[in-house]
């Protein structure tokens, strides 16, 4: 059974830090991983999806990189601002194009 | 393209009713999923469609849920007989599945349910 987790829960950090966001996977057969941004009450926005084949997919200010060999996934915000603050949420596919399964999230808030 | 679309945004019932959310996909999306959150966790996945089949179900989905997807277009989800156990965010997400791959998935804003 694949299990998603991310760590820490909560990261505060002041507005400007560069970060990375971790999530790791048991079960490395994955055909691709996706990042999500959840704001409190909301539902989910992805952000990006990296295919199984790529190591790294880069939007604006992210960056996401994947290493399925050790079951990991980055998230890199550069130039963190206080819009950054919401929680991120990494989830893998159980098959080719199937279902998610999400890990619980990180909840980042961004200080002014 | 308005986006995946969830009605009500809230619903508070009292325990024993039935409740019924209606989630509109994006059109052209042939895959529709429901997840079911509650606080400090991620989605758990609970059922999905491809067009108007029913492709899988979570064991989390007891007898007393059920969805449908009569046309391949909007779903609708019912509990019956509502627990306490049952209040969370109900999230409503779609896909376009082609060719073999799998779109990124887009939610909707999910209904809370309160159960009391």
């Known amino acids: 059974k694949q299990e998603v987790t991310q760590i820490p829960a909560a990261l505060s950090v002041p507005e400007g830090e560069n970060l990375v966001l971790n999530c790791s996977f048991t079960d490395s057969a994955i055909y691709n991983l996706q990042w999500f941004r959840q704001d409190p009450g909301k539902g989910l926005t992805s952000l990006l999806l990296?295919?199984?084949?790529?190591r790294e997919q880069t939007s604006g200010r992210l960056n996401a990189s994947l290493d399925k060999s050790s079951g990991r996934s980055t998230l890199y915000i550069a130039a963190s601002q206080p819009g950054d603050s919401a929680t991120y949420l990494c989830a893998v596919p159980v098959g080719a194009n199937s279902k998610l399964t999400f890990g619980k999230g990180i909840t980042l808030s961004v200080r002014p | 393209d308005t986006g995946v679309s969830q009605d009500p945004r809230h619903k508070i019932t009292k325990r024993g009713q039935n409740v019924t959310f209606r989630c509109d996909p994006i059109?052209?999306?042939?895959?529709l999923y429901w997840y079911r959150q509650t606080l400090g966790q991620g989605p758990e996945f609970l059922t999905y469609?491809?067009?108007?089949?029913?492709?899988?179900k979570s064991r989390l989905l007891s007898d007393r849920f059920s969805a449908e997807r009569p046309k391949g277009s909007f779903s609708t989800l019912e509990i019956q007989r509502t627990e306490q156990g049952d209040s969370a965010m109900y999230l409503c997400a779609s896909s376009f599945l082609r060719q073999g791959h799998n779109s990124p998935l887009h939610f909707g804003n999910g209904t809370r349910l309160t159960v009391t």
């Open positions: 059109s052209e999306h042939n895959r």
């Open positions: 990296i295919q199984s084949s790529q």
């Open positions: 469609f491809q067009n108007e089949a029913q492709l899988e």
